[in-house]
């Protein structure tokens, strides 16, 4: 899969702009605030509708314009692909080859990618939410079934919160059984495809870990979630637990078990990283994640996902660079960074100034 142009217009600090990437290593560069993440930016939202920076869509329209518009033609082993996606204060229009879409998820694979940015050090040292996330992410664009059951389970989820904070006792446990049904028919589906990719994830994640370390570090990532099996087993643990739970869920006003309170253990040398890990170590662990989705992807539909590394590589080692470009020469890539001198066999650099590009 190949982005081959983005088009943007009153995107962030872009007029109007286009990028026409090869299908390799593309180097986005220059001095800080002029665009360069933008750019990684735009192409993420083509794949997701949504951005990892911003809070409102509103935030991406030009300073002083009505409305901002991004388009992307990727090829991909189906054929040709036109995402386009308009920007307006309080709202934004999505097409796929020239349709417009209604449900986001209808956007999603349609163009696939991974992200990895300074923030994702978060996916290791911070809060689960931030590894649930990092899953989310990528089983979003992979299955659209757990896209719906995701969004349909935080919406029975906090219905089911809003109940146990503020109805009576009485009808909360009437009405309990019947949000609790709904709600691990879902949970299972989420479950099932997290446990899934876990399984396929671990042993990629430490073979990338191996290789970016020259085998000095083993990595190992499992899920700490205590549910297993097919879905239908899946949702009878979890009808038993949101029962077992129910008393303590009602005393605190929110709902103690389920997916949402799953997690991802990543320990290196058999330590947790998020607590004994250096930051390098921490880093190396998030960008090892990064890779192995890739392989995951490609193992589902048979072709890599677009890369997207915005100012990723500047905290690595030489050494460690080098071991990565390595690594993924073999995919389209577009890197970020300030200095053109960190990847020296790029296959296409765009030098970018205030919102704009100004040569090689």
């Not at 896209?147 to 029975?156: E, G, M, P």
């Not at 192995?292 to 460690?320: H, I, K, M, N, T």
Request: charged letters at 30%; aromatic letters at 8%.
């Amino acid at each position: 899969m190949n982005i081959e142009t983005l088009y943007l217009k009153n995107f962030r600090n872009y007029r109007e702009e286009t990028f026409s990437f090869s299908g390799g290593i593309n180097v986005v560069y220059g001095r800080n605030a002029q665009g360069k993440t933008n750019c990684a930016e735009a192409v993420f939202y083509l794949c997701t509708g949504y951005s990892p920076r911003a809070t409102k869509d509103s935030q991406v329209i030009r300073y002083g314009e009505e409305s901002a518009y991004v388009t992307g033609t990727a090829a991909t082993s189906y054929g040709k692909v036109e995402v386009g996606l308009t920007f307006f204060p309080k709202s934004k229009r999505v097409l796929v080859n020239g349709v417009e879409v209604m449900r986001m998820g209808e956007l999603l694979g349609n163009i696939n990618s991974v992200f990895f940015n300074p923030n994702d050090l978060k996916l290791i040292k911070e809060s689960p939410e931030d590894r649930r996330k990092f899953m989310d992410i990528s089983l979003s664009q992979m299955n659209r079934r757990y896209f719906y059951a995701l969004q349909k389970y935080k919406k029975i989820l906090s219905q089911r919160n809003r109940l146990l904070k503020e109805g009576d006792e009485e009808t909360v446990r009437e009405t309990l059984p019947v949000w609790d049904e709904q709600l691990a028919a879902h949970a299972a589906v989420i479950v099932a495809e997290r446990n899934e990719f876990l399984k396929v994830l671990s042993p990629l994640a430490a073979d990338a870990h191996s290789y970016i370390t020259d085998g000095k570090e083993t990595l190992a990532v499992s899920a700490s979630g205590r549910y297993e099996g097919d879905e239908k087993s899946l949702k009878s643990q979890i009808i038993a637990d949101l029962n077992d739970s129910r008393e303590r869920s009602m005393a605190l006003g929110y709902t103690t078990v389920g997916p949402h309170r799953d997690d991802i253990k990543i320990k290196i040398n058999g330590e947790d990283v998020r607590v004994y890990g250096s930051q390098g170590q921490q880093r190396t662990a998030a960008l090892s994640l990064k890779l192995a989705e890739l392989e995951v992807f490609r193992l589902r539909f048979g072709e890599y996902p677009v890369l997207l590394l915005d100012d990723a590589l500047s905290e690595l080692d030489a050494q460690r660079r080098a071991r990565v470009i390595g690594r993924i020469k073999q995919l389209q890539t577009i890197i970020t960074l300030t200095d053109r001198d960190e990847v020296p066999a790029a296959d296409r650099y765009f030098h970018i100034e205030e919102g704009g590009i100004k040569g090689e």
